[in-house]
């Protein structure tokens, strides 16, 4: 990936060329988000889901359930405690049905799992992307044994069988505050992939005419990284952070799901999905309302940040 | 090239060593003691201690770590005395549970992890590559912006939802597929293909989108450079241009890819045999870790870490192969 975009007003001025390039960037990619279809869809769903999460103590106000309320007359006891009514006992009082055999609401559940899922999927990514971005700048920027120690960590952290080590982990640790481990194991397993972008476009950054005209004329190092270097990486960091965010959620669902994530009673996605892998066949609904939750804001995640990463490689190609 | 070569597999066995320690330093320090949980509820402190002597708990942290070392390579033995056990060369000890040999479980489970690996990946490489080939060549009409489309979906959903999903559709509401069994192919062929069938669909849906996102990009960035043009220029029919120059360079990243996603699904594909409850190495990690069996976990790890490294080195021995621009000296 080239950045040809700012480098002929670098020319012009080095210091405040890089800094004003940005903003019409911006304005361009936001115009050219507000044109796509799938865009648009994709950040209504993403604002309604936020929403949803932001409001949930709001919703249990309203309809009168908590997440963790039970709700013995919503299920039928005689049937094993199959929610009463079709499809997982969807009705007026419980818009997306109960959960088998105690019957808690799954609206509710599904309100709070997704601040946890969010929550914990944010956190990781700006933790992820700030050490990625230091790292990966020291790498590129200061280059030699610097470089040398920090690559070498990510090839020992990259070809550790990441999944199984953080379920092993996981397990093995006391039962803690499990979103902050959560927030812990993802973050060191996933910095590298970020840091090694970043320390390849920051070795070819070095190198060029605006940084080397910076350096001539006397820019301390602090600006160099700030003010040359880092305006630069800012489409390619808008594009990662996108679409680590659904690779995060996917992560921790997948580790609720295999019983190492968050614990009950806290709701999340993954871990109602996993409860419901015994009901299947008999409430097919209680694993379809997480699994389609799951599936759409993934979805919309993704295409976001494609369409971002095809808006602004439009931009870098005219 | 020997000394390369060389080179990798001395850089290969330094990685193993450092996670084997880190691995074996994070349950030493931080799990839960097994012998407390062997013992169970009716437990006396002589017992505890017998049980740690047993297992060689007891022993200082570097003098385990190197019993376990000096295991993997020339074998240990077990016990003393009349109770002796020889676990030969690749000895990665006795599992917690079932004192089953952790060598011979995994001789036992390796089959099925890679039947579900081989499966998948021949399905996702032929519907990936020729999605994305399509695509490329009719870029912007309308299959490509469907088949792109149906990619970012299919990338999109995780695989247990997919497999639960096919599962409750397939299984129960059409019955056209039984429950998955692990059968082995030479008992009852039939069933064997339609056990692996789910799994292997489930695998494949994700990477073969992936995949078909990637060739068709590697495609057309191919496809718009100077020597394409060239060999168009003199005359050459499109589908000879694109078979003699085009597919070698646009495919050879792929292969990259390729040897890495398959290298880790042949360490378990943790949460399709999870789901499908197929006995293999993923499965095995799972049940290991709910029961914190550390010998089978420490296995599982090493042997996952020893596929992904092992075949990052056959991935550039390849490259060097396919690509002539990075023949290393």
Redesign the interface.
């Known amino acids: 990936m080239t950045t040809a975009a700012p480098s002929h007003e670098a020319m012009a001025d080095p210091l405040a060329g890089a800094g004003h390039a940005p903003a019409t960037e911006g304005r361009r990619i936001a115009r050219a988000l507000l044109r796509d279809r799938?865009a648009v869809l994709s950040t209504v769903f993403l604002g309604l889901v936020v929403l949803m999460a932001i409001c949930a103590p709001l919703i249990s106000a309203i309809t009168g359930h908590g997440p963790n309320d039970f709700d013995p007359a919503a299920v039928d006891t005689n049937l094993g405690g199959l929610p009463r009514g079709s499809l997982g006992g969807v009705s007026a009082d419980h818009l997306f049905g109960v959960e088998p055999q105690n019957g808690r609401d799954i609206l509710a559940r599904i309100a709070y799992g997704a601040r946890v899922s969010f929550l914990i999927a944010i956190s990781a990514t700006v933790l992820t992307t700030l050490l990625g971005v230091v790292l990966g700048l020291l790498a590129g920027f200061y280059q030699g044994w610097v470089d040398q120690v920090i690559s070498r960590i990510m090839?020992?952290l990259m070809?550790?069988?990441a999944?199984?080590?953080m379920?092993?982990?996981l397990?093995?640790?006391p039962t803690g505050d499990r979103s902050v481990l959560l927030v812990t194991v993802i973050t060191v397993f996933g910095w590298p992939y970020l840091a090694r972008v970043v320390r390849g476009q920051t070795l070819t950054l070095v190198n060029r005419e605006f940084v080397e005209a910076a350096r001539a004329s006397g820019a301390s190092t602090g600006a160099i990284v700030f003010k040359e270097i880092l305006p630069n990486l800012r489409n390619s960091l808008i594009v990662m952070t996108t679409l680590a965010v659904?690779g995060y959620i996917?992560t921790e669902?997948?580790l609720s799901?295999?019983?190492?994530g968050v614990t009950p009673p806290t709701p999340s996605w993954?871990q109602m999905?996993s409860s419901?892998?015994s009901w299947?066949?008999t409430d097919?609904m209680y694993?379809?309302v997480p699994?389609l939750f799951?599936?759409l804001t993934?979805?919309s995640l993704?295409?976001l940040g494609?369409r971002i990463r095809a808006a602004s490689d439009a931009g870098e190609a005219s | 090239m020997a000394r390369y070569v060389a080179g990798r597999l001395a850089g290969l066995v330094v990685?193993l060593l450092?996670?084997c320690v880190f691995?074996y330093l994070?349950?030493f320090k931080?799990?839960?003691d097994p012998a407390l949980m062997i013992c169970g509820k009716t437990c006396t402190p002589d017992r505890v201690a017998q049980i740690r002597a047993s297992l060689g708990l007891d022993k200082p942290f570097l003098t385990q770590l190197g019993d376990y070392l000096s295991g993997l390579v020339v074998g240990r033995d077990y016990g003393s005395g009349p109770n002796l056990v020889r676990c030969p060369a690749p000895c990665l000890g006795y599992s917690f549970q079932s004192s089953q040999s952790v060598t011979q479980m995994i001789v036992d489970r390796l089959p099925v992890s890679a039947t579900v690996a081989v499966g998948a990946a021949v399905l996702w490489l032929i519907i990936g590559i020729a999605a994305g080939l399509l695509s490329a060549v009719k870029e912007g009409s309308w299959w490509d912006r469907t088949a792109m489309?149906l990619a970012?979906?299919g990338?999109?959903?995780?695989n247990?939802?997919l497999a639960?999903?096919l599962?409750?559709v397939l299984v129960?509401k059409l019955q056209i597929l039984p429950f998955p069994s692990a059968v082995p192919f030479s008992e009852d062929p039939l069933l064997w293909f339609q056990s692996y069938l789910m799994p292997w669909l489930v695998l494949a849906t994700g990477y073969a989108c992936l995949y078909a996102r990637l060739t068709r990009a590697n495609v057309i960035d191919t496809l718009a450079q100077n020597f394409m043009r060239t060999a168009r220029s003199k005359g050459l029919s499109p589908a000879l241009t694109m078979r003699r120059h085009a597919l070698r360079p646009a495919l050879t990243p792929i292969v990259t890819i390729f040897g890495m996603d398959f290298a880790?699904l042949l360490?378990?594909a943790?949460?399709t045999e999870?789901?499908f409850g197929l006995n293999g190495i993923g499965k095995m990690?799972?049940d290991s870790?709910?029961k914190?069996d550390q010998p089978v976990?420490m296995a599982?790890?090493l042997l996952?870490?020893f596929f992904?490294?092992a075949g990052?080195v056959v991935v550039d021995l390849l490259y060097t192969g396919l690509d002539p621009r990075v023949r290393v000296s």
């Open positions: 799938g090839d020992f070809a550790f069988p999944l199984i080590f379920i092993a982990i397990s093995s640790l659904p996917g669902a997948g799901f295999l019983g190492v993954g999905i419901a892998v299947y066949a097919p694993f379809a699994g799951l599936f993934v979805l993704t295409v494609d | 990685l450092l996670v691995t994070i349950f931080l799990s839960p489309g970012l979906g990338a999109s959903i995780p247990y939802v639960l999903t599962q409750y129960v880790a360490g378990g943790l949460i999870t789901v990690a799972a870790i709910a914190n976990i599982v790890t996952a870490a992904v490294m990052n």
